[in-house]
């Protein structure tokens, strides 16, 4: 069997899209290794796994050609009135092949982690923000505040990369920094230091941390009344607070998706609101995390596609923003689709479409269990594996290539789509 | 296939051509001298009476990159009022301020331009910004990547590298960003912010490099001298903004030592102390420094009344203005030890007095410098004002009632303390042509754009002659990209992609050893995902090519 390896290979499967990754291939089965996580493996080594039977497209869960899933694709869609491209789980390639098919057919074009990311979109069009990336924490921060997020669980490597280094350029050592964590009994074995220092943790149950946010912001602006009464552990987060204010760069780090409870928005705005006031006397900056299953690379097409991000409906001929109307999930309750496009073409694990009565048509990366509610399931080249692309990172300014390991069958997302709008002529 | 426009009155400074009557001939997206032997006539256009001229080139415009992104990102109201809808052969989009790249080229296009070059690509971004030009169409594209607050640089000025390293490092980021020059933006400035400095001098130093921005500006200057790269350093001085900034912009000048330098957005950096709200136009010194030294060219950044966004580099300086935003907000960014950003969306008012001297002091720099071979109509798209107000501009450079129709009606103190009411001049539509076409062609090194000779890429644009020049130059009757009649009288006729400009200077290659080592050890990707291969740049350009410009250039000026 041939064999043959890469090295420095970007991995798509969390937004810190580490490219420290070899690659060991063996045939088309992948071994990820060099600072592959375990995540990485798992994903590397699912999405190469030989098919059994070798089929890779469906049509009603039965195994049909390629080619006959496209044509009935192309059917679905030039039946379609209110397509509804949703999931776009998909590289920068892929979202430009999908959005020009969108454009033609009107579709809706929603992400499935737009909940999540609506937190710090809505900041950002309401307030903005001050924030920083990946390599300034590495190297400046140091003081680093955890706020509702363990990091590790959505970026295993941040810890390792951006904290725990061996030579931050702007401090003596790593371990002069302090990582304090705020949350409800956050997991602190990746941000305990190599020498055992430990974070601090400030317990506060998750149905608290809006109220610990905004407590944080009037202490920091000295907006509190003078008699506030709360149960939370004031003593603690003015104590964060005034180190906050001590620190040369502070960072304060989120990640949206686990500030799931409603309105969240307005905790993250009471977050970026104390980094605000705390610019006015010495530098701290804001580290919202994000990026998994490519929701920065196809937001940043639709935003200089369009003009507009994610939950923009294009039924009118031109892009109309609105994150309530054209949420996937409101608008599969209401009824107002009468097709999905499914796109969940990066993460195996995560392929599975939402619950809809209308016809979907889901594009799904290698490794995806055949789905039994998808109307056509087309499996999609993976970049990094057996397509090349394009990959924003968490910090929404390195755009990294994704180079082709393995030569495989499987069409790209772009491919789909550009087959999809040929077939519907003008 | 050969294409013949017949009997237009051609405006080609390149050539000294003053509205002279000729033809012109295409073929397969050049300019030729006319058919071969035996050969025929595919196409004619009889474009009697009407003028003709190069594709204009803008030289200095914010349509890639991450920092345009985030302002598309914040502003969907701004977009609302300026929908573009899918017709014809045009995809959906949007306009305003900070308008979907597809709207960009269309744009662009229909008012006769041809190409148009970001001036401020972040190295760790350059990516995304190729990624952005590739998804805007019709025009040419290409942009000055920026140094001058990136911690490399920095490091080897404080070790006292040598002049040949650095220039080594500022050609490895040159050809690994896939640009065609260079920029500098606040002068360490943008990494002093992230050590929580809020306003850096040309003489003060660095807090922990202990470097000034004069040895910044000079280092900068003489490397891409030194490696010939055509385009001077693009040089957004410090202090943007500061009241009493002449000063600064002055003594920058000076600080180059004679080395050819490119001052951006003139106007944000020609401002006085005097009167009674200790702001002034100094437009009148900083045009006379441009006057005096030939090696000096500059862009206006002229601002317009309206909704805008500004969208900058220049972290340190947005920070400091976040408040003035409006709406108010605003978005900064420290970036990988390589830059900054910050984004903050402006409302320029005519009865604001600030604005309004602001909208003169560009007016007065454009009517004071008097070579129109290095002055440049921009906007600073859209830190001044978008794109699509250039026609207005043109018409009041060419124009004097009109302009003093206008004038009349900013905030009556600062139509006082400006002279620009007393300036007769009226720029001719010659000297138009020389900025917008054959200066900018010249001063990026693109010897086959901005003229119409033969040998030219056939990027033609026809205009019906109008008293109102605004008019004119709206919507012109024909627009060639490439010898493709790509819009005619404001319509997209046809959609092509048009490439990318870049230099390859040469360097050491050596440089890339340490470079990879401070990769690995400092930041959080590795030097081979940073650069950009051409393969990538002819991937993501939709089909348009890459357009490598040779580096040679005379001797040094003084």
């Known amino acids: 069997m041939a064999t043959a390896s890469l090295t420095d290979i970007a991995c798509p499967f969390c937004g810190l899209a580490c490219d420290d990754i070899s690659l060991k291939m063996e045939g088309e089965r992948i071994t990820a290794g060099g600072g592959a996580c375990p995540r990485a493996q798992a994903a590397f080594q699912k999405i190469s796994a030989p098919v059994e039977g070798g089929a890779q497209s469906w049509i009603e869960g039965k195994p049909v050609d390629l080619d006959q899933a496209i044509a009935r694709a192309i059917e679905l869609m030039g039946a379609s009135k209110a397509p509804l491209f949703a999931g776009l789980a998909t590289d920068v390639l892929g979202m430009r092949g999908l959005l020009e098919l969108a454009d033609r057919t009107g579709a809706v074009i929603d992400h499935m982690n737009s909940e999540g990311k609506l937190r710090n979109l809505r900041t950002v069009q309401d307030a903005g923000w001050i924030t920083t990336t990946l390599s300034e924490v590495r190297n400046r921060a140091d003081l680093i505040v955890c706020f509702g997020t363990d990091v590790t669980s959505r970026f295993p490597r941040f810890f390792e990369r951006c904290v725990w280094v061996e030579e931050p350029m702007f401090l003596e050592s790593s371990e002069q920094r302090k990582v304090i964590m705020i949350g409800d009994a956050p997991e602190i074995a990746a941000a305990t230091s190599p020498k055992g220092q430990q974070p601090e943790v400030i317990s506060i149950p998750l149905n608290r941390l809006a109220e610990a946010a905004a407590l944080m912001r009037g202490l920091a602006n000295q907006s509190l009344p003078a008699k506030l009464k709360t149960d939370l552990p004031l003593e603690a987060l003015q104590s964060v607070v005034d180190r906050l204010k001590a620190a040369h760069y502070g960072v304060i780090v989120w990640a949206a998706a686990d500030l799931n409870w409603s309105h969240a928005d307005l905790t993250v705005q009471a977050l970026t609101g104390m980094i605000g006031t705390l610019n006015t006397t010495t530098r701290c900056a804001g580290m919202p995390l994000g990026g998994s299953d490519g929701d920065f690379s196809s937001d940043a097409v639709m935003l200089w596609q369009t003009g507009y991000p994610y939950r923009t409906s294009l039924a009118s001929g031109t892009g109309q923003y609105d994150p309530v109307m054209h949420s996937t999930q409101r608008i599969l309750e209401d009824n107002e689709a009468d097709l999905v496009l499914w796109v969940a073409g990066l993460n195996p694990d995560r392929t599975e479409p939402p619950q809809t009565q209308c016809p979907v048509i889901a594009l799904t990366s290698a490794g995806s269990p055949v789905l039994p509610q998808a109307s056509i399931q087309i499996t999609v080249a993976t970049p990094s594996v057996d397509a090349s692309g394009y990959f924003f990172r968490a910090d929404k300014v390195v755009t990294l290539p994704l180079r082709k390991a393995i030569q495989r069958s499987n069409p790209t997302v772009a491919d789909v789509a550009h087959r999809i709008l040929v077939g519907l002529g003008d | ?558």
Request: net charge negative.
């Open chain 2, 1 to 558: 296939m050969l294409t013949l426009l017949k009997g237009g009155k051609i405006v080609d400074p390149t050539r000294k051509l003053s509205r002279v009557p000729g033809d012109i001939y295409m073929r397969d997206g050049w300019i030729v001298e006319g058919p071969l032997p035996g050969e025929r006539i595919d196409q004619e256009i009889d474009i009697t009476g009407r003028i003709v001229m190069a594709g204009a080139i803008d030289m200095h415009t914010h349509i890639g990159g991450g920092k345009v992104n985030i302002a598309r990102n914040m502003l969907p109201e701004d977009h609302r009022f300026d929908p573009v809808h899918r017709a014809g052969l045009c995809r959906s989009g949007c306009g305003h301020a900070a308008p979907s790249t597809l709207t960009t080229g269309y744009r662009y296009a229909a008012m006769g331009y041809t190409a148009g070059f970001e001036p401020a690509m972040l190295p760790v971004n350059a990516r995304q910004a190729h990624l952005e030009m590739g998804d805007t169409p019709i025009i040419d594209k290409g942009a000055y990547v920026m140094l001058g607050s990136d911690d490399f640089l920095l490091r080897l000025m404080r070790e006292g590298a040598s002049q040949e390293r650095i220039n080594d490092y500022v050609g490895f980021t040159i050809a690994s960003s896939q640009a065609l020059g260079l920029k500098v933006v606040n002068p360490g400035g943008i990494s002093d912010f992230k050590f929580n400095r809020r306003k850096l001098d040309l003489d003060e130093a660095h807090s922990h490099y202990n470097v000034t921005a004069r040895q910044i500006v000079h280092t900068l200057a003489r490397a891409l001298h030194e490696l010939k790269v055509p385009h001077p350093l693009h040089i957004h001085a410090s202090n943007l903004g500061v009241p009493g900034n002449f000063q600064t912009t002055l003594d920058t000048i000076t600080g180059a030592e004679g080395f050819p330098i490119h001052l951006t957005h003139i106007q944000f950096h020609s401002y006085g102390t005097e009167g009674d709200r200790k702001f002034s136009s100094e437009a009148a010194k900083i045009a006379e420094a441009i006057n005096n030294n030939p090696h000096v060219s500059a862009d206006v950044g002229q601002i317009m009344f309206g909704q805008t966004v500004t969208c900058s580099g220049d972290s340190m300086t947005q920070h400091r203005n976040a408040g003035f935003g409006s709406p108010k907000k605003s978005v900064v960014m420290d970036i990988e030890c390589d830059a900054g950003c910050g984004v903050v969306p402006f409302k320029y008012k005519d009865k604001n007095f600030v604005n309004a001297l602001q909208w003169a002091v560009g007016l007065e720099i454009f009517l004071r410098v008097q070579d129109p071979w290095r002055i440049f109509l921009t906007t600073d798209h859209p830190n001044g004002a978008p794109f699509t107000s250039y026609p207005h501009l043109i018409r009041l450079l060419m124009d004097k009632t009109f302009r003093n129709d206008a004038l009349s009606r900013i905030h009556p103190d600062a139509a006082t303390l400006s002279s620009l009411g007393s300036i007769d001049r009226e720029y001719t539509l010659d000297e138009i042509a020389i900025m917008t076409r054959a200066a900018p062609a010249k001063i990026l090194g693109l010897k086959d754009c901005g003229h119409l000779a033969p040998g030219a890429r056939a990027d033609v644009v026809v205009y019906q002659e109008d008293s109102d020049p605004e008019k004119m130059f709206t919507a012109p009757e024909y627009v060639f990209k490439n010898g493709t009649l790509v819009a005619k009288s404001g319509e997209i006729v046809a959609v092509t992609w048009g490439d990318v400009h870049v230099v390859k200077p040469q360097f050491d290659r050596s440089i890339e050893k340490p470079l990879g080592e401070y990769f690995e050890r400092h930041l959080t990707q590795r030097l081979g995902n940073f650069k950009i291969a051409d393969d990538e740049i002819r991937d993501i350009t939709n089909g348009g090519g890459l357009r490598v410009h040779a580096c040679e250039r005379d001797g040094r000026t003084v």
